[in-house]
T-cell receptor, first 111, second 114 residues
Framework: KNEVEQSPQNLTAQEGEFITINCSYS?????LHWLQQHPGGGIVSLFM???GKKKHGRLIATINIQEKHSSLHITASHPRDSAVYIC?????????????FGTGTRLTIIP | GAGVSQSPSNKVTEKGKDVELRCDPI?????LYWYRQSLGQGLEFLIY????????KSGLPSDRFSAERTGGSVSTLTIQRTQQEDSAVYLC????????????FGSGTRLTVV
Protein backbone atom coordinates (compact mmCIF):
# COMPACT_ATOMS: atom_id res chain seq x y z
CA LYS A 1 0.00 0.00 0.00
CA ASN A 2 1.38 3.40 -0.99
CA GLU A 3 1.96 5.89 1.77
CA VAL A 4 0.09 8.47 -0.32
CA GLU A 5 -3.13 7.53 -2.07
CA GLN A 6 -5.06 9.75 -4.46
CA SER A 7 -8.56 9.49 -5.82
CA PRO A 8 -9.85 9.44 -8.39
CA GLN A 9 -7.06 8.28 -10.71
CA ASN A 10 -8.83 9.83 -13.68
CA LEU A 11 -11.49 12.50 -13.77
CA THR A 12 -13.31 13.94 -16.75
CA ALA A 13 -15.68 16.87 -16.27
CA GLN A 14 -17.47 19.56 -18.22
CA GLU A 15 -16.19 23.10 -18.25
CA GLY A 16 -17.55 25.03 -15.31
CA GLU A 17 -17.94 22.08 -12.99
CA PHE A 18 -16.62 22.08 -9.42
CA ILE A 19 -13.74 19.62 -9.12
CA THR A 20 -12.52 17.76 -6.05
CA ILE A 21 -9.39 15.60 -5.90
CA ASN A 22 -8.64 13.70 -2.71
CA CYS A 23 -5.40 12.64 -1.06
CA SER A 24 -4.98 10.34 1.93
CA TYR A 25 -1.71 9.50 3.60
CA SER A 26 -0.75 6.93 6.19
CA UNK A 27 2.28 8.47 7.88
CA UNK A 28 2.95 11.48 10.03
CA UNK A 29 3.96 14.45 7.95
CA UNK A 30 5.42 17.90 8.34
CA UNK A 31 3.86 19.26 5.15
CA LEU A 32 1.68 18.29 2.20
CA HIS A 33 2.06 19.61 -1.32
CA TRP A 34 -0.21 19.80 -4.33
CA LEU A 35 1.61 19.82 -7.66
CA GLN A 36 0.38 20.29 -11.22
CA GLN A 37 1.93 18.64 -14.27
CA HIS A 38 0.73 19.55 -17.76
CA PRO A 39 1.24 17.04 -20.61
CA GLY A 40 4.85 17.18 -21.69
CA GLY A 41 5.45 19.94 -19.21
CA GLY A 42 7.25 20.45 -16.00
CA ILE A 43 5.83 20.38 -12.52
CA VAL A 44 4.40 23.45 -10.84
CA SER A 45 3.99 23.68 -7.11
CA LEU A 46 0.44 24.82 -6.34
CA PHE A 47 0.20 24.65 -2.57
CA MET A 48 2.14 23.65 0.49
CA UNK A 49 0.01 22.96 3.58
CA UNK A 50 0.66 21.97 7.13
CA UNK A 51 -2.81 22.86 8.45
CA GLY A 52 -6.10 24.45 7.50
CA LYS A 53 -6.89 25.81 4.10
CA LYS A 54 -5.27 27.84 1.34
CA LYS A 55 -6.80 29.57 -1.67
CA HIS A 56 -5.20 30.82 -4.85
CA GLY A 57 -7.52 32.05 -7.55
CA ARG A 58 -9.93 29.24 -8.42
CA LEU A 59 -7.89 26.68 -6.51
CA ILE A 60 -8.53 25.74 -2.89
CA ALA A 61 -6.57 23.21 -0.85
CA THR A 62 -7.57 21.88 2.55
CA ILE A 63 -5.94 19.50 4.97
CA ASN A 64 -7.22 17.61 8.00
CA ILE A 65 -4.20 16.48 9.97
CA GLN A 66 -6.20 14.26 12.35
CA GLU A 67 -7.81 12.38 9.48
CA LYS A 68 -4.62 12.39 7.36
CA HIS A 69 -6.56 13.73 4.41
CA SER A 70 -6.32 16.63 1.98
CA SER A 71 -8.50 17.84 -0.85
CA LEU A 72 -7.81 20.04 -3.84
CA HIS A 73 -10.80 21.88 -5.24
CA ILE A 74 -11.11 23.74 -8.53
CA THR A 75 -14.03 26.09 -8.95
CA ALA A 76 -15.43 27.05 -12.38
CA SER A 77 -13.15 24.54 -14.09
CA HIS A 78 -11.67 25.39 -17.48
CA PRO A 79 -10.02 23.27 -20.20
CA ARG A 80 -6.65 24.80 -19.31
CA ASP A 81 -6.98 23.12 -15.90
CA SER A 82 -6.51 19.78 -17.67
CA ALA A 83 -3.37 18.28 -16.17
CA VAL A 84 -2.14 15.66 -13.75
CA TYR A 85 -2.48 16.76 -10.14
CA ILE A 86 -0.05 15.17 -7.73
CA CYS A 87 -0.24 15.05 -3.95
CA UNK A 88 3.09 14.76 -2.13
CA UNK A 89 4.10 14.74 1.52
CA UNK A 90 7.19 15.34 3.62
CA UNK A 91 7.04 12.26 5.87
CA UNK A 92 8.09 12.40 9.47
CA UNK A 93 9.04 15.40 11.51
CA UNK A 94 10.58 18.65 10.44
CA UNK A 95 13.93 18.14 8.83
CA UNK A 96 12.78 15.49 6.38
CA UNK A 97 12.85 17.33 3.12
CA UNK A 98 12.26 14.33 0.83
CA UNK A 99 8.91 14.13 -0.89
CA UNK A 100 6.81 10.99 -1.13
CA PHE A 101 4.39 11.22 -4.02
CA GLY A 102 0.95 9.95 -4.85
CA THR A 103 0.42 8.49 -8.30
CA GLY A 104 -1.50 11.51 -9.50
CA THR A 105 -4.99 12.31 -10.75
CA ARG A 106 -5.41 12.93 -14.45
CA LEU A 107 -8.00 15.69 -14.91
CA THR A 108 -9.59 16.40 -18.27
CA ILE A 109 -11.97 19.33 -18.64
CA ILE A 110 -14.15 19.20 -21.73
CA PRO A 111 -15.26 22.51 -23.28
CA GLY B 1 18.17 32.60 -12.86
CA ALA B 2 14.43 32.99 -13.01
CA GLY B 3 13.74 29.30 -12.70
CA VAL B 4 15.35 25.91 -12.33
CA SER B 5 17.16 25.09 -15.54
CA GLN B 6 17.88 21.54 -16.64
CA SER B 7 19.93 20.32 -19.56
CA PRO B 8 19.71 18.58 -21.87
CA SER B 9 15.93 18.52 -22.21
CA ASN B 10 16.15 15.23 -24.09
CA LYS B 11 18.90 12.63 -24.19
CA VAL B 12 19.01 9.40 -26.15
CA THR B 13 21.90 7.13 -25.30
CA GLU B 14 23.01 3.62 -26.03
CA LYS B 15 22.88 1.00 -23.32
CA GLY B 16 26.16 0.86 -21.46
CA LYS B 17 27.11 4.49 -22.05
CA ASP B 18 27.51 7.05 -19.27
CA VAL B 19 25.33 10.16 -19.16
CA GLU B 20 25.46 13.43 -17.25
CA LEU B 21 22.39 15.49 -16.48
CA ARG B 22 22.72 19.05 -15.30
CA CYS B 23 20.60 21.18 -12.99
CA ASP B 24 21.03 24.89 -12.39
CA PRO B 25 18.85 25.87 -9.42
CA ILE B 26 17.36 29.24 -8.62
CA UNK B 27 20.04 31.58 -7.35
CA UNK B 28 20.10 31.58 -3.57
CA UNK B 29 18.24 28.31 -3.16
CA UNK B 30 20.30 26.22 -0.79
CA UNK B 31 18.34 22.98 -1.17
CA LEU B 32 18.44 20.92 -4.38
CA TYR B 33 16.64 17.66 -5.13
CA TRP B 34 16.72 15.09 -7.89
CA TYR B 35 13.62 13.03 -8.62
CA ARG B 36 12.79 10.48 -11.31
CA GLN B 37 9.51 9.80 -13.11
CA SER B 38 9.43 6.57 -15.01
CA LEU B 39 6.85 5.87 -17.71
CA GLY B 40 3.56 4.94 -16.13
CA GLN B 41 4.96 5.32 -12.65
CA GLY B 42 4.95 8.02 -10.06
CA LEU B 43 7.74 10.26 -8.98
CA GLU B 44 10.51 8.89 -6.79
CA PHE B 45 13.15 10.65 -4.75
CA LEU B 46 16.79 10.15 -5.74
CA ILE B 47 19.07 12.53 -3.84
CA TYR B 48 18.96 15.76 -1.82
CA UNK B 49 21.59 18.44 -1.22
CA UNK B 50 21.33 21.09 1.50
CA UNK B 51 24.05 23.69 1.74
CA UNK B 52 27.36 22.21 2.78
CA UNK B 53 25.82 19.19 4.51
CA UNK B 54 26.47 15.66 3.31
CA UNK B 55 23.85 14.78 0.66
CA UNK B 56 21.01 12.39 1.38
CA LYS B 57 21.61 9.66 -1.18
CA SER B 58 19.05 7.22 0.17
CA GLY B 59 16.95 7.25 -3.00
CA LEU B 60 19.67 6.39 -5.51
CA PRO B 61 18.66 3.03 -7.05
CA SER B 62 22.15 1.63 -7.57
CA ASP B 63 25.83 2.51 -7.37
CA ARG B 64 25.72 3.41 -11.06
CA PHE B 65 24.01 6.61 -9.99
CA SER B 66 25.91 9.50 -8.43
CA ALA B 67 25.45 13.22 -8.07
CA GLU B 68 27.47 16.18 -7.03
CA ARG B 69 26.81 19.80 -6.39
CA THR B 70 29.65 22.21 -6.94
CA GLY B 71 29.92 25.44 -5.04
CA GLY B 72 26.46 25.00 -3.60
CA SER B 73 24.89 25.77 -6.96
CA VAL B 74 24.91 23.65 -10.12
CA SER B 75 24.35 19.92 -9.72
CA THR B 76 25.22 17.05 -12.03
CA LEU B 77 23.53 13.65 -11.90
CA THR B 78 25.68 10.95 -13.49
CA ILE B 79 24.45 7.54 -14.57
CA GLN B 80 27.16 5.08 -15.48
CA ARG B 81 26.70 2.08 -17.75
CA THR B 82 23.10 3.04 -18.51
CA GLN B 83 20.43 0.35 -18.65
CA GLN B 84 17.06 0.44 -20.37
CA GLU B 85 15.30 0.62 -17.02
CA ASP B 86 17.05 3.96 -16.45
CA SER B 87 14.81 5.50 -19.13
CA ALA B 88 12.73 8.15 -17.36
CA VAL B 89 12.26 11.86 -16.89
CA TYR B 90 14.77 13.16 -14.38
CA LEU B 91 13.51 16.19 -12.52
CA CYS B 92 15.45 18.66 -10.45
CA UNK B 93 13.88 20.94 -7.86
CA UNK B 94 15.23 23.59 -5.56
CA UNK B 95 13.95 25.42 -2.53
CA UNK B 96 15.03 28.42 -0.54
CA UNK B 97 15.81 26.42 2.56
CA UNK B 98 14.23 23.50 4.32
CA UNK B 99 10.61 22.45 4.24
CA UNK B 100 8.45 25.48 4.63
CA UNK B 101 9.37 27.35 1.50
CA UNK B 102 7.98 25.11 -1.21
CA UNK B 103 9.72 23.75 -4.25
CA UNK B 104 10.42 24.99 -7.78
CA PHE B 105 10.81 22.23 -10.32
CA GLY B 106 12.79 22.24 -13.53
CA SER B 107 11.21 21.01 -16.75
CA GLY B 108 13.17 17.79 -16.59
CA THR B 109 15.50 15.75 -18.77
CA ARG B 110 13.87 12.93 -20.71
CA LEU B 111 16.41 10.10 -20.87
CA THR B 112 15.91 7.27 -23.31
CA VAL B 113 18.29 4.33 -23.23
CA VAL B 114 18.21 2.27 -26.43
Amino acid sequence: KNEVEQSPQNLTAQEGEFITINCSYSVGISALHWLQQHPGGGIVSLFMLSSGKKKHGRLIATINIQEKHSSLHITASHPRDSAVYICAVNPGGFGNEKLTFGTGTRLTIIP
Amino acid sequence: GAGVSQSPSNKVTEKGKDVELRCDPISGHTALYWYRQSLGQGLEFLIYFQGNSAPDKSGLPSDRFSAERTGGSVSTLTIQRTQQEDSAVYLCASSLDRVGYGYTFGSGTRLTVV
